[in-house]
Nanobody
Framework: QVQLVQSGGGLVQAGGSLRLSCAVSGSIFSLNSMGWYRQAPGKERELVAALTSGGSTSYADSVKGRFTISRDNAKNTLYLQMNSLRPEDTAVYYC??????????WGQGTQVTVSS
């Protein structure tokens, strides 16, 4: 059974940087993609960044040029490098993993708070 364990996050001032990590354990059946969502209070969960098994990346318009998604296959870990953070980036961030013919797997979530 695949499990995702997140780390990183916390409190940072506007303009600062944080890196989120998402460690993958268990056997992956057939990876389609991995990515990061976020959910701010009172708002719907939104896709922040995605990385396909082929290495293609996509980003929400609001984070393009500031966030970078990457994966270290040797460490089985997904990352989200967040630079030039803004107060509107404050949210709980969740990593996810999509496999063929399997339900989506979610990380436990981690709080990111950006102060102005």
């Amino acid at each position: 059974q695949v499990q995702l364990v997140q780390s990183g996050g916390g409190l940072v001032q506007a303009g600062g940087s944080l890196r989120l990590s998402c460690a993958v354990s268990g056997s992956i059946f057939s990876l389609n993609s991995m990515g990061w969502y976020r959910q701010a209070p009172g708002k719907e969960r939104e896709l922040v960044a995605a990385l396909t098994s082929g290495g293609s990346t996509s980003y929400a318009d609001s984070v393009k040029g500031r966030f970078t998604i990457s994966r270290d296959n040797a460490k089985n870990t997904l990352y989200l490098q967040m630079n030039s953070l803004r107060p509107e980036d404050t949210a709980v961030y969740y990593c996810h993993l999509d496999q063929r013919l399997r339900p989506r797997v979610w990380g436990q979530g981690t709080q990111v708070t950006v102060s102005s």
